[in-house]
């Protein structure tokens, strides 16, 4: 694992400062807990007549992330052929960096972590680091787990379709990124937040998430003073209002981009107009 890094940037060239201390390890609680009791969604897979018994063997030893930077290795590491690290409660982040450029995943209750795939054959190579920016609680979902629950085969593909979810939800950030406007990616972004962190308010959602402008930048593809002043459009517009870390989303999704595409048509419609002007002033 890298050496840890500072939530601050250095305005050139927006690299990442050394920290002299290294990231802290998970602490492994002293006793294993009753999956089943931890993830009510594994717990509704299973028949009820069968849920005595799975629970009692589906058990898993607890480790405890403190918030900041936390090493995973010797955790990713025990994993064996086991499904891998499951959330229990809490918010992770984890930050891949290639070359000056760091993108940034979200991951709380219900996501399998898997250990990452080396590949000897990669020419571009990339930084990977952890971060809790909430107390987390994760179960290590090793091979003794797998060899307890194989009586009950619809855990362990509850798991693996955990995994497929977080494929799909990285398929949407691409697809958020890829969006020219950074008004509309920061819009898009925030609602697909909400689903899952939102909470739902008389005039809309309100999203509270331990995230920096800098953060939101490393999630849609953008500088943080690029973020600071979308947000601040966005906000006099009525649409995006509060502080970092604490947004209110004011109508709908569906309201919030017709207004966008509206004042894009707006501002190509005067770019239009300005154009004959420039030309008979030159």
């Known amino acids: 694992m890298p050496s840890r890094r500072g939530d601050a940037w250095t305005r050139a060239g927006e690299q990442w400062p050394e920290r002299p201390q290294p990231p802290r390890q998970p602490n492994a609680a002293p006793l294993f807990g009753y999956l089943l009791d931890l993830d009510d969604d594994l717990a509704e897979g299973v028949e009820v007549r069968?849920?005595?018994s799975a629970r009692q063997h589906a058990t898993a030893r607890l480790l405890d992330a403190e918030v900041g930077e936390c090493d995973l290795s010797s955790w990713f590491a025990s994993v064996g052929r086991g499904p891998g690290l499951l959330i229990v409660d809490g918010l992770l982040a984890v930050d891949t960096r290639v070359a000056d450029r760091t993108t940034t995943e979200l991951l709380g209750a219900g996501d399998l972590l898997q250990p990452p795939g080396g590949h000897d054959?990669?020419?571009?190579?990339?930084?990977?680091?952890?971060?809790?920016?909430?107390?987390s609680r994760l179960a290590l979902l090793d091979s003794d787990f797998v060899d307890r629950i194989r009586s009950w085969p619809q855990i362990l593909n509850a798991l693996f379709r955990r995994a497929e979810r977080r494929s799909?939800?990285?398929d949407v950030m691409r697809a958020i990124s890829s969006q020219?406007?950074?008004?509309?990616?920061?819009?898009?972004?925030?609602?697909?937040?909400?689903?899952?962190?939102?909470?739902?308010?008389?005039?809309?959602?309100?999203?509270?998430?331990?995230?920096?402008?800098r953060a939101l930048?490393?999630?849609?593809?953008?500088?943080?003073?690029?973020?600071?002043?979308?947000l601040r459009r966005l906000s006099q517009a009525g649409i995006v209002t509060g502080t970092a870390g604490d947004w209110h989303l004011h109508g709908s999704v569906e309201s919030?981009?017709?207004?966008?595409?509206?004042?894009?048509?707006?501002?190509?419609?005067?770019?239009?107009?300005?154009?004959?002007?420039?030309?008979?002033?030159?």
């Open 256 to 282: 919030h981009m017709e207004s966008l595409i509206e004042r894009t048509g707006r501002l190509t419609l005067s770019e239009q107009s300005a154009a004959p002007s420039a030309q008979r002033l030159g």
């Open 50 to 52: 069968m849920r005595v």
């Open 121 to 135: 054959d990669e020419l571009v190579e990339r930084e990977t680091i952890w971060r809790a920016l909430h107390a």
């Open 217 to 230: 930048g490393q999630l849609v593809a953008a500088e943080r003073p690029s973020i600071s002043h979308a």
């Open 180 to 213: 020219p406007r950074l008004e509309v990616r920061l819009v898009l972004l925030l609602w697909h937040l909400a689903t899952r962190w939102g909470r739902v308010e008389p005039t809309g959602l309100r999203l509270t998430l331990p995230l920096t402008h």
């Open 168 to 170: 799909d939800d990285l």
